[in-house]
């Protein structure tokens, strides 16, 4: 089992920053943001392997930066020129590769008001 526990979020006005973290209670595999917004199914937003390769959705590209620390199993969202758009609850995500599990963080509320 490994427990992710997140820090971040908050009410930021439109063309802001923010940052996320996560920290696992051990290293994993993969570990990334995901966000739901009201009323829409959870996306990914971004995520990154033990070797730092990353994804990103399109709708972030440029605008958000994932990082990861292996050596204290923590991964931060840098989020930039936030627009309302990205309001949701983010959750942050560890991905065991084999056998293949999820793990989920409690979710953290950024508002992004115009």
């Known amino acids: 089992q490994v427990q992710l526990v997140e820090s971040g979020g908050g009410l930021v006005q439109a063309g802001g920053s923010l940052r996320l973290s996560c920290r696992a209670s051990?290293?994993?595999?993969?570990m990334g943001w995901y966000r739901q917004a009201p009323g829409k199914q959870r996306e990914l937003v971004a995520a990154?392997?033990?070797?730092?390769?990353?994804n990103y959705a399109d709708s972030v590209k440029g605008r958000f930066t994932i990082s990861r620390d292996n050596a204290k199993n923590t991964v931060s969202l840098q989020m930039s020129n936030l627009n309302p758009e990205d309001t949701a609850v983010y959750y942050c995500?560890?991905?065991?590769?084999?056998?293949?599990?999820?793990?989920w963080g409690q979710g953290t509320q950024v508002t992004v008001s115009s």
């Open positions: 995500n560890g991905h065991r590769v084999f056998p293949p599990l999820d793990y």
């Open positions: 051990r290293i994993i595999d993969v």
């Open positions: 990154i392997t033990i070797g730092g390769t990353t």
